[in-house]
């Protein structure tokens, strides 16, 4: 990428879980690129088709405030990482023009460390993925397969700066850490695993969203299992591991 973060979308968003969509909508920014190239991704135009256009820092803070100005609950960084520094340097012009409202951090959750400890005090609510335990699948359907080990550790820095997710008097999110584990065919997303981590190693009252929305994307069609969606038995085997690890504070999907 170059130097202007490219942006593929700003607008309000409802279809995030129910504290940060809240009741007015999530502003959200979509960044173009993305540190993964997940076989699967759904939003894969944008993320490694690289769909979406350059802006400079101070147009970057414009639909900041004029998502805030709209009613957005928050300001939505989705696949931020590689516009790191950039998108700190138009969050303090936001800032200084009155930007108040949470800034949500939504990503793949391969991040590094060094710059992560850069946001502490910055972002309000982490909302990063766990995508897999097991690197044999991280490097199958993710290119990365030091993918877990790198996750884990980004997690516990998550948690350490902000906590578990605390929710105001209506619902919405205004601090902490959101969790999102997609279920994937085969059990190649190690759910087990993934969520005893989360019990033992974070807090068992971490908000989750078990998800279930995975589908052929991509290339995926081509790489069986994942050319199928997820079986009702996996899911629910899923959903067994949350009510065993005492994992009961987050957001299942039908």
Known sequence: MGFLPEVASDNLHFGEEPPISGTRGSGTIFFSGCSLRCVFCQNFPISQMRHGKPVTLPRLAE???????????????????????QIMAALLIAFQKGL????????GGYESIDMLRLWDGIIDIYMPDMKYSDPGPARK???????PDINRAAILEMARQVGTLVLDDVGIAVRGLLIRHLVLPGDASGTEAVLRF????????TRISLMRQ????????????MNRKVTDAEYNRARSHLARFGLDHGWTQE
């Open 63 to 85: 639909m900041m405030l004029a998502l805030q100005e709209r009613g957005g609950h928050n300001i939505n960084l989705v696949t931020p990482s590689h516009f790191a520094p």
């Open 100 to 107: 108040r409202i949470p800034i949500v951090y939504n990503c």
């Open 141 to 147: 359907y993710s290119g990365a397969p030091d993918y």
């Open 198 to 205: 989360i019990s033992e190693r974070v807090s068992p009252l």
């Open 214 to 225: 995975y589908f052929p994307a991509h290339r995926s069609h081509e790489m069986p299992p």
